[in-house]
């Protein structure tokens, strides 16, 4: 192995992608639930990725192992029904000027909840299906935007954590599936 393909901070970093059906009208106006698939992965001291296996209704990582990659978890479940006590606050710095995400914050800690925050979208997001359980939350505010986009970001996120057994909603409460790209940078 040559230099060039080790990641030398020993900081891991991620790859999203969705796969969606051919549509010769583009992505607008379709919505999140009509993806077919996503993938996400993580380059680090391991090389890892979470698909949805729709043969077997499954989420599963695999793990790059010696040029082969391995199923390293053959399913990967997010429970409902389990009480989290960790939790992922994404665009924090919207916490300045949103009192309802700052509040939502306090009582995370108030509560015991332990921080679990790289800064890395698909690191934070990654751990949930790995430990099972999780709370990533990403709000916006009128001086820091919302970041995540829907078609290249949560789309993929969301798809694989509701198949994993999890939910994914919007600010307003609605499922993520639901959601209808008006454009290719919409924001949530």
Not at 47 to 62: C, G, H, P
């Amino acid at each position: 192995m040559d230099g060039s393909s080790i990641v030398d901070t020993n900081f891991a970093i991620g790859s999203i992608f969705s796969i969606w059906r051919y549509n010769k009208n583009k992505l607008i106006g379709t919505s999140i639930g009509e993806q077919v698939n996503a993938v996400i992965s993580i380059f680090g001291p391991r090389t890892t990725a979470l698909y949805y296996d729709a043969m077997e209704n499954r989420v599963l990582e695999v793990t790059a192992v010696d040029s082969c990659w391995i199923i390293s978890h053959d399913r990967l479940n997010i429970s409902k029904d389990r009480m989290s006590n960790i939790f992922s606050p994404g665009n924090l710095r919207s916490a300045s000027d949103n009192k309802v995400y700052q509040n939502a914050i306090v009582k995370y800690i108030e509560d015991g909840y332990t921080l679990r925050y790289t800064g890395g979208l698909v690191v934070d997001v990654y751990q949930i299906f790995i430990k099972g359980h999780g709370i990533f939350i990403n709000c916006g505010s009128k001086k820091h935007p919302c970041k995540l986009r829907a078609m290249y970001e949560a789309a993929s996120l969301g798809f694989l954590i509701e198949k994993a057994g999890g939910v994914a909603i919007t600010a307003g409460g609605k499922p993520l599936s639901t959601y209808t790209f008006k454009g290719y940078d919409d924001r949530l």
